[in-house]
T-cell receptor, first 112, second 113 residues
């Protein structure tokens, strides 16, 4: 079966610019997660969707980050405007109801 | 709050050495426990998991036992290979829908030939 797809794989922008990341989960997986992984640290959950509803966005910096999951399938994470400290790998994961998450390859963002 | 603590890395071993990576957790409920592995340039992959006390998860020669009395889930392998070089993350989840999923900081393992 196909895994979690993410694009782009790499992105370099200047601070105050905007950027968007795309994720396509494994077919049939109702739950989708976005994580931020700063170099040398474990992934930090930004937002969790169950179908197209938000389950947890308590750690999402809502003044600059937004995410949506239209039709309960694909998802987009946006940063506007970006700051230097947003430089990280953004990971998307999906799961069925048995709490095993499958991760995509991630998008490495560099903010200059 | 919920948290996961891992031994600091990097851990450097020779091929065929015994590996232990310590993991302890703090949780408000009764979590499921996981080990994920991240190979260079790749996303995280589930290595093994355990959902209740005294369960042993195992995969690819790695093992970890869920110890409720010590709130631990230490990862072990009897004989490591160069191909095991990666970052290992301990994690917990507090419900069957993966909510409250918390990762530890990761432990980098380097295995030398």
């Amino acid at each position: 079966e196909a895994g979690v797809a993410q694009s782009p794989r790499y992105k370099i922008i200047e601070k105050r610019q905007s950027v968007a990341f795309w994720c396509n989960p494994i077919s049939g997986h109702a739950t989708l997660y976005w994580y931020q992984q700063i170099l040398g640290q474990g992934p930090k959950l930004l937002i969790q969707f169950q179908n197209n509803g938000v389950v947890d966005d308590s750690q999402l910096p809502k003044d600059r980050f937004s995410a949506e999951r239209l039709k309960g399938v694909d998802s987009t994470l946006k940063i506007q405007p970006a700051k230097l400290e947003d430089s990280a790998v953004y990971l998307c994961a999906s799961s069925e109801s048995y709490n095993e998450q499958f991760f995509g390859p991630g998008t490495r963002l560099t903010v200059l | 709050g919920n948290s996961v603590t891992q031994m600091e890395g990097p851990v450097t071993l020779s091929e065929e050495a015994f590996l232990t990576i310590n993991c302890t957790y703090t949780a408000t409920g009764y979590p499921s426990l996981f080990w994920y592995v991240q190979y260079p340039g790749e996303g995280l992959q589930l290595l093994l998991k355990a959902t209740k006390a005294d369960d042993k998860g195992s995969n690819k020669g790695f093992e970890a036992t869920y110890r409720k009395e010590t709130t631990s889930f230490h990862l072990e392998k009897g004989s490591v290979q160069v191909s095991d070089s990666a970052v290992y993350f301990c994690a917990l989840s507090l419900d069957n829908y993966g909510q409250n999923f918390v990762f530890g900081p990761g432990t980098r393992l380097s295995v030398l030939p």
